[in-house]
């Protein structure tokens, strides 16, 4: 099973500064994944040619479910409003996302806590520190069908805040609330932590450790792909790595995985491997 996850920035090139919907559709495509979490997706939105990035990512992959969920509605950086999840399908959002070609048994959207008040920031190359609003944050939760054992997978895909401390905070919470979740869980995405403090916070374990950010010359990992098991080495790593792709100012992070065939799990899942080979 091939996981993914890839800040898109809105779909936007730093080369040319426009996005382009084709190339991204083939940039989503480049990464033949099963799961992939996206984030910083626009639906509606001008910048982006109005187009539903989500949708035209998932006829891209190939990938028969996905779920956008919306954070806010508005344009970050303009004027806009936090989501509450009763938005109409039409309108101008921007969240995230998760695509998969696996059959999806349940979804779940989880909402973060957010720093509601204006916040001095201290940027990079900056004398002063700058008053920044945070975007609220969510993850989009989907428990998938694992194609070797035939045994239940919950992945989870999100972007945490940049805010100083408050990105562990909502870490934490969002791993509490994915505990009691079917089979080992798999949590993806621009967490703003690097990996050490990613572990600490969701008491997971990195499956991939590799420079992101930014796209250029990646210097820190801002993205991950964590898994908590409930016994160790229920997942293994197969390969893993960091692509960069014509887009964005993050690289994606691609990792293949194999889940053993004896799943022994106390919370009513199949423990029963069904044989067949993983992708």
Known sequence: MRLATFNILHGRSLDDDRVDVDRFAAAVASLDADVVALQEVDRAQQRSACADLTAVAAEALGAREHRFV???????????????GDDQ???A??????????????????????????????????????????????????????????????????????????????????SRSLRRSPGPVVLMGDLNLEVEGARRASGMRPLVEADTF???????????VL?????????QVLGSGARRLPLSDHLALVVDVRLAQEVDVSDGSSAAARGGRPR
Do not use: C, I
């Not at 919306?70 to 509450?84: I, K």
């Not at 930014?214 to 991950?224: G, T």
């Not at 898994?227 to 997942?235: A, I, K, S």
């Open 70 to 84: 919306a954070a806010l509605h508005g344009t970050p950086g303009l004027t806009w409003m936090a989501a509450t």
């Open 89 to 91: 399908p039409d309108s």
């Open 93 to 174: 959002a921007y969240g995230v996302a998760l695509l998969s070609r696996l059959p999806v048994s349940s979804w779940q959207v989880v909402r973060l806590p957010t720093v509601s008040w204006t916040v001095p920031v201290l940027f990079p190359g900056q004398r002063r520190p700058k008053l920044v609003r945070d975007e609220p944050r969510v993850a989009v939760v989907a428990t998938v069908t694992d194609p070797g054992t035939g045994n239940p997978v919950t992945v989870a895909g999100t972007h945490l805040s940049f805010l100083p401390g408050w990105g562990s905070w909502q870490l934490r919470r969002l």
């Open 214 to 224: 930014p796209a250029h010359a990646p210097a820190r990992q801002l993205d991950h």
């Open 227 to 235: 898994v908590g098991e409930q016994r160790p080495g229920l997942v």
